[in-house]
């Protein structure tokens, strides 16, 4: 599973699922109806902290993956468990846009060093812009961070 659509409340998991190569949308609106539709019209599985909604997708036929704890890495530990309970595999693919989903292309650091500061410019070889809101990402901090989100996963 690699589509996924992540319930109100948990941008900051949206945002780092995309980033790990999740095809993710998040649901802002938060209305559980227009997430279930959104869910089965596009073949997505739901991820949310909502125990009544995540239940009430599953009857409704909607993988859901049920998440809780305080931070991102503890939510995508418990997002792996429900996906292990469910008999789901998540299967991320190459790195989206965090921002907005889109896909990334790989872009020389030539062509991006006008958009850079330059000690960022000095520091990274690898660089990636995304195609749909042109948003610029390069193998630093953020990148090592999701490394430990790639180890959880290795876990379903
Ligand atoms: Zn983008």
Known sequence: MRRLVVDAMLG??????RATGFDTVYYAAGDDDGALR??????RALVTADRALASSAVHKGVSSLLVGGR???????????AANLAGLRLLPG????SACNGR???RKVNDVRGEL???????????YSCSRCGQLYWKGSHWKKL??????????
């Open 104 to 106: 990334l292309s790989s």
């Open 94 to 97: 190459a790195p989206r846009c």
């Open 71 to 81: 931070d991102d890495t503890a939510r995508v530990s418990s997002m792996v468990q």
């Open 38 to 43: 959104l869910c089965r019209r596009q073949r």
């Open 12 to 17: 900051s998991l949206a945002r780092k699922l």
């Open 147 to 156: 490394r430990s989100i790639r180890r959880l996963l290795a876990a379903n």
């Open 117 to 127: 500061p330059s000690s960022v410019a000095a520091l990274h070889r690898e660089f």
